[in-house]
């Protein structure tokens, strides 16, 4: 029984809420307009440990994960620039270049973090008509409006407003400044969609003339479009749940008049020394810089371990040196039990990682119990149980270091010596020898190593 925690009803609760066998899964994706860091990546390695613990359970996932290039302005509110005209300005460059170049980045470090990505990737600017006709909805059913400057969507129609992050929105309202928008109808209202300035770059045609959507709309949208009118999960930081997250749900749950996501999932912040991660503290951190300073993203990846996803984690050099330490002296004792004599029990140690991954992601604890089962008498039988808990925990092995390539190689030999080419077979195995493999023949077929 997998149980997390909901936030939205403050309690562990059993996944799933249905018998089917699929998971519905929504995250909040990047902001494509500037480097991911690593703050960032605790929030796809938190995704990625979801989707693992629930694949081990046997579940299937049906993930979805939107990308921002358009609508994220400066505040997570409706004030400031928009990050990627931000950027746009920055480098000199159109926002499609921004978007595009920051997403490889972003997909690159995902890759080299070995993070199991969603099943769908989608950009906000890939659904403008899908927004508009949600927006078109959303008016007709009298939960937005229209002012001068673009659609809003009228919080006071909402009754769970607030629910999430626990704020009593009658009482904030009472004590609200008014807002300078006058056309307003309560200063909390957000905007759905924009009326664009002519100089606007990124615009598009709607009923209510050229614009360009508010940043929350693309998450109901997304989600609606891949997910449809119920999701399980959805996940993001803690920094989502007062505005992004309350925004998301009044949209979504007013389109449909019922609750669409079941369960919200938020994630804690990394923290860096102990303080917040700032330009002017410089203690801003990608993968690339942890790469020059002679880390891994694998590293970083186990450092995600050490800590529960719903605390703080206070990222240090020393401790992902640890990390690091760690990692390796894991993998030494895997390779050792590889070819273990030993006959060792792995029962227990089974039940003890199930129970903790199960127990809302409690990978500290469920590290602790692959540390301790390494540490047994080398046994071949703890080098498989290992292989299965790595299903969640996702390092990489020597076996998977083998590029593609040497293994296709390895495969075109076996086929050869099958079909009794040897020739071909022995050439291939020479080429091999010299791009630093060796191939030794089992009972069951092969083996391949470094030599
Ligand atoms: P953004 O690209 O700014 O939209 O943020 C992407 C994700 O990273 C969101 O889910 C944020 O909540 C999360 N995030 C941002 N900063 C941190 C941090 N320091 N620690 C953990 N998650 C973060
Ligand atoms: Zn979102």
Redesign the pocket.
């Known amino acids: 029984m997998v149980k997390f925690y909901n936030s939205l009803t403050r309690q562990k609760e059993e996944v799933p809420f249905h018998d089917n066998k699929t998971i519905k899964m929504y995250s909040?994706g990047?902001?494509v307009y500037y480097y991911?860091h690593i703050?960032?990546f605790?929030?796809y390695l938190f995704m990625d440990n979801i989707r693992r613990v629930l694949k081990y359970n046997g579940y299937t996932l049906d993930g979805v994960m939107n990308i921002?290039d358009v609508g994220?302005l400066t505040s997570d509110a409706d004030e400031g620039e928009d990050k990627m005209l931000v950027a746009s300005k920055r480098e000199n460059k159109s926002p499609w270049e921004i978007a595009k170049y920051y997403t490889n980045i972003f997909m690159n470090d995902a890759k080299a973090l070995n993070i199991d990505l969603p099943e769908h990737i989608i950009p906000a600017t890939t659904v403008i008509d899908e927004m508009i006709s949600f927006v078109s909805k959303l008016l007709e059913k009298g939960y937005a409006y229209e002012t001068s400057k673009g659609i809003y969507f009228d919080i006071t129609k909402f009754e769970e407003y607030g629910k999430l992050s626990g704020m009593d929105i009658r009482e904030k309202l009472a004590g609200a400044r008014i807002d300078v928008d006058e056309e307003k109808r309560s200063p909390y209202d957000f905007v759905l969609w924009v009326k664009a300035p002519k100089e606007h770059i990124m615009q598009w045609q709607s009923p209510w003339g050229m614009g360009y959507p508010g940043w929350h709309i693309e998450c109901s949208v997304i989600g609606d479009k891949y997910l449809g009118e119920t999701i399980d999960i959805h996940t993001?930081?803690?920094?989502?749940k007062p505005v992004h997250h309350e925004n998301e749900i009044a949209q979504s749950n007013c389109y449909y008049d019922h609750q669409v996501v079941k369960m919200w999932m938020h994630?804690e912040?990394?923290q860096v020394d102990g303080g917040k991660?700032s330009k002017s503290l410089n203690n801003i951190y990608t993968i690339k810089d942890l790469e020059s300073r002679g880390f891994s993203a694998e590293d970083f990846r186990y450092f995600y371990f050490m800590a529960h996803y719903s605390k703080q984690q206070n990222f240090t050099f020393d401790a992902l040196e640890m990390a690091k330490n760690t990692l390796k002296s894991i993998k030494t004792l895997v390779k050792e039990h590889k070819d273990g004599k030993c006959d060792v029990d792995t029962s227990a140690y089974e039940q003890e990682f199930l129970s903790s991954i199960n127990d809302d992601l409690n990978m500290p604890r469920a590290i602790a119990t692959v540390l301790k089962m390494l540490k047994e008498n080398r046994s071949k039988k703890i080098y498989q149980t290992f292989l299965k808990f790595n299903q969640v925990l996702g390092l990489s092995l020597d076996e998977e270091e083998i590029p593609k390539e040497i293994k296709l190689l390895a495969q075109e030999r076996w086929q050869a010596k099958k079909d009794r080419d040897f020739a071909k077979a022995d050439s291939l195995r020479v080429k091999l020898t010299e791009l630093g493999y060796q191939i030794k023949d089992t009972r069951e077929g092969f083996e391949i190593s470094k030599i």
């Open positions: 909040c990047p902001t991911p703050g960032n605790r929030a921002t994220h993001g930081g803690v920094d989502h994630l912040f990394l991660m």
